[in-house]
């Protein structure tokens, strides 16, 4: 059965920075580009960033080029989002999943229990 498990968010000041992981199964990781989303309060789900299995090829949002980077650890099937210099509209519950690159979305339909971001100005 696969598991997405995320953590690493928390209330932190605008211009801060927090470290995402995400936890999968072994077959969930596989072959698939993985990535995070996030909904902020009264907004959809949207993508953020996504890696490809190797790690070779990364994609992200306009939002958060240049201030978020996505690695991977194919050993630990984990997924993780460095957030630099963090801005109050970043606030949202942060999900990964894998990602489907035509259209950036979500290719699972069972999500995480999500981790929560709050950035203060």
């Known amino acids: 059965q696969r598991q997405l498990v995320e953590s690493g968010g928390g209330l932190v000041q605008a211009g801060g920075s927090l470290r995402l992981s995400c936890a999968t199964s072994?077959?969930?990781?596989?072959?698939?580009?993985m990535g995070w989303f996030r909904q902020g309060p009264g907004k959809e789900r949207e993508f953020v960033a996504g890696?490809?299995?190797?790690?070779?090829?990364?994609y992200y949002a306009d939002s958060v080029k240049g201030r978020f980077t996505i690695s991977k650890d194919n050993a630990k099937n984990t997924v993780y989002l460095q957030m630099n210099s963090l801005k109050p509209e970043d606030t949202a519950v942060y999900y990964c999943?894998?990602?489907?690159?035509?259209?950036?979305?979500?290719?699972?339909?069972?999500w995480g229990q999500g981790t929560q971001v709050t950035v203060s100005s």
């Open positions: 072994g077959r969930t990781f596989s072959s698939y580009v």
């Open positions: 890696i490809s299995w190797s790690g070779g090829r990364t």
């Open positions: 999943n894998a990602v489907r690159l035509t259209t950036m979305s979500p290719f699972w339909d069972s």
